[in-house]
């Protein structure tokens, strides 16, 4: 059984400039999740893909979006990025059927912002 | 939206001793996660419990959905237990809600 793997590990951007986050899910999984975890704080959502479909979204401004394929991977792209958005990107697969609603995380990606 | 509270949210041991970690929480739930982070960033499962009692090797967990709470036990603690411990819990299949965490620091 392949975990949740997600891409880059690091990356350094600057203010203004956009990016985009990779995430695999775990096999047998149909839902991915983002997650934004700030130094010092638990995770917070974004939002949740399921069907290739945005199904859930938290507090997060438009610039944050994203997409998800046929072989549930998905992306997370931010654009106009602020200092603000430092911060490591968690991605969680889960599968949506059966009442039982466990999310599994990925390493996460930790995105600077300068 | 669900507030998760989670205590203590600091917790110095010495090797051997026993713990009990707590997470209160505001609305009924049907997703309930520990999880353990590592100093790399990335959560471990611990338990997936929103209701009932689970035990793997060391750790337990107990949540009392009807009075909004979790408790999570490590007994005979290890240095390698030390990270930060997350609650997470969900009203839907959609997002996790996490409380603040406790940092565990287990020393030699």
């Known amino acids: 059984e392949t975990g949740v793997t997600q891409s880059p590990t690091h990356l350094i951007k600057t203010r203004g400039q956009q990016v985009t986050l990779r995430c695999s899910s775990q096999s047998g999984h149909n839902t991915v999740s983002w997650y934004q975890q700030a130094l010092g704080q638990g995770p917070q959502f974004i939002f949740q893909y399921y069907r290739e479909e945005e199904n859930g979204r938290g507090n997060f401004p438009p610039r944050f979006s994203g997409l998800q394929f046929p072989n549930y991977s998905s992306e997370l792209n931010v654009n106009a990025l602020e200092l603000d958005d430092s911060a490591l990107y968690l991605c969680?697969?889960?599968?949506?059927?059966?009442?039982?609603?466990?999310?599994?995380f990925g390493p996460g990606t930790r995105l600077t912002v300068t | 939206g669900i507030q998760v509270e989670q205590s203590p949210p600091d917790l110095i041991l010495q090797e051997g001793a026993n713990s009990t970690l707590r997470c209160n929480f505001s609305?009924?739930?049907?997703?309930l996660q520990w999880f353990h982070q590592n100093p790399w960033g990335q959560l471990i499962n611990l338990f997936y419990?929103?209701?009932g009692t689970k035990q793997n090797g060391r750790l337990s967990a107990t949540t009392v959905a009807t009075e909004r709470y979790s408790l999570l036990y490590i007994s005979s603690s290890q240095t390698t237990d030390s990270g930060v411990y997350f609650c997470a819990v969900g009203s839907s299949a959609r997002q996790l809600t996490f409380g603040s965490g406790t940092q565990l620091t287990v020393l030699p």
């Open positions: 419990i929103p209701s």
């Open positions: 969680a697969s889960s599968l949506l059927a059966g009442g039982i609603y466990e999310q599994y």
């Open positions: 609305d009924s739930v049907n997703n």
